[in-house]
């Protein structure tokens, strides 16, 4: 089967799907997704993951002004 025929075959399948069809579709991919629900969406290796391999924050010290006026862009 070619992709455009393998497409036209989704595409049928959906435009054809009831809505109770639709709904069992839904929750079965919700559970495979999230097992514990909608409201399960962290995971404590994933929170772990993110602690080491996340963003890393800039930490530095505090800039000193060191212009005559004290009204420098860095001051302000």
Same mark, same amino acid.
């Given at each position: 089967? *070619? *992709?455009?025929?393998?497409?036209?075959?989704h595409i049928e399948s959906i435009a054809t799907r009831t809505e109770s069809a639709s709904e069992r579709l839904a929750t079965a991919l919700l559970?495979?997704?999230?097992? !514990?629900g909608s409201a399960d969406r962290s995971e404590p290796a994933g929170l772990e993951w993110v602690r080491r391999w996340g963003p890393a924050t800039m930490a530095s010290g505090a800039l000193m002004c060191?212009?005559?006026? !004290?009204?420098?862009a860095l001051c302000n």
């Amino acid at each position: 089967m *070619d *992709d455009q025929a393998h497409l036209a075959e989704h595409i049928e399948s959906i435009a054809t799907r009831t809505e109770s069809a639709s709904e069992r579709l839904a929750t079965a991919l919700l559970h495979c997704a999230w097992p !514990g629900g909608s409201a399960d969406r962290s995971e404590p290796a994933g929170l772990e993951w993110v602690r080491r391999w996340g963003p890393a924050t800039m930490a530095s010290g505090a800039l000193m002004c060191s212009c005559a006026h !004290g009204r420098c862009a860095l001051c302000n």
